[in-house]
């Protein structure tokens, strides 16, 4: 069988070594997989291919977790970044596995935290987020859950329409009931929403300018599929 000749600190990743059998390099392995292997040591075939393995499945995982590393991520988007990295689908799923088993992948936490994150920063109508979730792999089921528990869509609408208001200021009824109108509406609110948070925020601004008819419309909204955010 062969021999382990030489085990090095790859230069470019010193979380790699090289594995030298009989004198000729053979193959990489992580540090973390290479741990137990000392100079000297016979490798059958089959030892060969189980370490590849094992390694090509620590791969998978340190992938992942500085995947996750940025923010939190669904079971898809994890899934489909290593589908890219070209990682085989059973290591895939043993990664994936792994991660659930350990709560650092949770699909029910992710969809919290991307609503509680847009209704802080970016806040946008049930419709708008429920296909923000669908696009994110998460089931119907889930997102409906999720919404139901924590959406509030007049606080949403009122909060999207605060940050915006410093667009529309100066801006006499029609044209500031269009445009804050319309920024609401790309946001996928309806119009039901929308036409109550207009006119309080109006009669905030200019409280002795109140908009002519309560029951003023919204001109058409691009469906929020092509929004463009503002």
């Known amino acids: 069988m062969p021999k ?13 070594v090289s594995i030298y059998l009989d ?6 392995l992580s540090r973390i997989v290479a741990a137990w292997l000392r100079v000297g040591q016979e490798l059958s075939e089959e ?42 689908e059973a ?10 088993e ?7 936490e992710f ?23 669908r696009h994110k792999g998460l089931t119907d089921e889930l997102i409906q859950q999720t919404l139901e528990q924590t959406v509030d869509e007049d606080s949403l609408a009122r909060e999207a329409a605060r940050k915006y208001l410093r667009k529309a200021q100066g801006l006499d009824w029609p044209d500031f009931r269009n445009k804050l109108g319309g920024f609401l509406g790309r946001r996928g609110f309806s119009n039901d929403v929308i036409a109550p948070v207009l006119r ?27 929004e463009k955010e503002e």
């Open 23 to 28: 004198e000729k390099f053979a193959f990489g």
């Open 200 to 226: 309080d925020l109006w009669a905030e601004m200019r409280p002795n300018l109140a908009p002519r008819h309560k029951e003023d419309k919204i001109n058409p909204i691009e469906p929020i599929e092509n």
């Open 47 to 88: 030892k060969v291919a189980a370490l590849r393995q094992e390694d090509t499945r620590e791969i998978s995982i340190q992938k992942a977790l500085r995947f996750l590393g940025y923010r939190a991520r669904s079971v898809r988007e994890v899934r489909n970044y290593l589908q890219k990295h070209e990682i085989p």
């Open 102 to 108: 350990t709560n650092l992948l949770n699909d029910q």
């Open 111 to 133: 969809a919290q935290a991307w609503v509680e994150n847009r209704a802080t920063f970016r806040p946008r109508s049930r419709r708008a987020l429920a296909m923000e979730l």
């Open 4 to 16: 382990i000749t030489a085990i090095e600190v790859q230069k470019k990743n010193p979380n790699r």
């Open 91 to 100: 290591v895939i799923e043993l990664t994936l596995k792994r991660l659930q």
